[in-house]
């Protein structure tokens, strides 16, 4: 098993310098977990590091990254490198990697301050040539320089990574984040929504929304969430102010309360609707529901949503409105026998913290609707009596169900519950 100090003294016997670069050092100096190691070669050819490294197996195509068994776990090691801007987009570099390229001139390549960090696997030395330390304890995201705009997803990066460090952008990295508008727009759609979904992993997803409004880049890229900004709501019932901001608190609550990104996703996506109801409508949005699942279906005709997501979403979106508001018993149990056909993508936990989060309450059917769901599933078709035939089964059970439920329901109010 090869260790770090014995790959980083093959690098150095060969006259060159092994580092570790970016995210881990940032998290380090953070004291926080620190994830994946991004490994950076120096002062060596491709051809002295293939002779000391036989196994090693390439997997970059426009710069060499190699693939290395470092404590036998398969990290990458890449070259140092220059990029200089010469098209559209992530692709658009000419790239130049050769031994006399340093460690400064890489880190000068990369996008923030606390990003654009190095610490040498000889010796420990942490090399900070743009004040990232300063920045990481200051709780600020900034740019390096006007070369951050050379790949506009560094726009949506630098969103995601104040939401995931409860750090904020400073005032120039919000006027570069708005000068990648043109670019961005022609970036495939997965790399936005892979910044989304890191993203929405974060503690408070709202973040990354509201820094991309302050960057004037909201109405572009998500010009769903977008729409919900100045949709003013009844105040009795939404205090914190229009659409935008109870949806930004809605993903943040639901946030809190599960890791599921799919989850949270319909969380963010619950109140879609609102963004399309006519302003002289305010502050009423009456059919939101349907209105949301048109919104929906239209963003992921732009940006292709996983299946799971939708599911989830739409399932949200159609019943987080009369979910704690229905007086009929058999519409209770068949909203939570409902929740079955989502149980993968969104757990009924998962349902009832975004309903809870939505109308900050919940009725004791919902809150207990876990148990109700498994006493009504103890009912099979199988228990129907023999007279009973096809069609008839179905009805028979539904009919036991619901005598479950009105059981519970009498004995939850012989409790005072």
Not at 199 to 222: G, N, Q, T, Y
Not at 251 to 275: S, W
Not at 409 to 415: D, Y
Request: hydrophobic content about 40%; aromatic content about 8%.
């Amino acid at each position: 098993m090869l260790t770090e100090q014995e790959f980083a003294d093959k690098i150095n016997s060969a006259g060159g310098r092994a580092f570790i670069v970016g995210g881990y050092v940032r998290d380090q100096l953070m004291g926080r977990q620190a994830k994946d190691k991004d490994y950076v070669v120096c002062h060596i050819t491709k051809e002295k590091f293939v002779e000391l490294f036989p196994e090693a197996k390439l997997v970059g195509q426009s710069f060499p990254v190699y693939l290395v068994d470092i404590f036998d776990k398969h990290c990458e090691v890449s070259f140092g490198r220059k990029e200089r801007k010469a098209g559209i987009g992530y692709r658009g570099f000419d790239v130049k990697f050769d031994d006399s390229i340093t460690i400064e001139e890489d880190l000068a390549r990369r996008d923030t301050t606390m990003n654009a960090l190095a610490m040498d696997l000889k010796t420990g030395e942490v090399i900070d040539l743009f004040g990232g330390r300063e920045d990481i304890q200051k709780g600020i995201v900034r740019a390096i320089s006007e070369c951050f705009k050379e790949d506009p997803v560094r726009a949506l990066r630098a969103a995601r990574q104040a939401a995931q460090l409860g750090f904020d952008v400073d005032d120039n990295t919000l006027r570069l984040m708005g000068e990648c508008r043109e670019e961005l727009l022609l970036e495939p759609n997965e790399r936005i929504f892979k910044e989304m979904s890191k993203a929405l992993e974060a503690p408070r997803p709202s973040v990354f929304f509201r820094i991309l409004e302050k960057a004037d880049l909201l109405k572009d890229i998500f010009p769903e969430i977008h729409a919900l900004i100045g949709k003013t709501q009844p105040v009795e019932f939404h205090p914190e102010g229009d659409s935008f901001e109870h949806v930004m608190d809605i993903v943040d609550k639901v946030a809190a309360k599960t890791d599921n990104i799919i989850a949270r996703f319909a969380g963010l996506a619950h109140d879609l609707g609102k963004g399309r109801t006519p302003m002289d409508m305010l502050p009423h949005h009456y059919g939101h529901e349907v209105k949301g699942l048109d919104v929906l279906r239209d963003w992921n005709k732009r940006m292709t949503i996983p299946k799971g997501w939708l599911k989830a979403a739409n399932f949200v979106i159609k019943e987080h409105m009369r979910a704690p508001i229905i007086k009929k018993e058999g519409k209770i149990v068949d909203l939570l026998l409902a929740t079955r056909s989502i149980e993968r993508e969104l757990p009924y936990a998962d349902f009832k913290e975004i309903i809870r989060a939505d109308h900050n309450t919940l009725p004791n059917y919902l809150e207990q609707g876990e148990d109700i769901i498994k006493l009504m599933l103890t009912v099979s078709g199988n228990d129907a009596p023999e007279h009973i035939k096809g069609k008839a089964i179905g009805e028979w059970v539904h009919r036991q169900q619901l005598s479950i439920f009105y059981q519970w329901e009498t004995i939850s109010r012989l409790k005072g519950e």
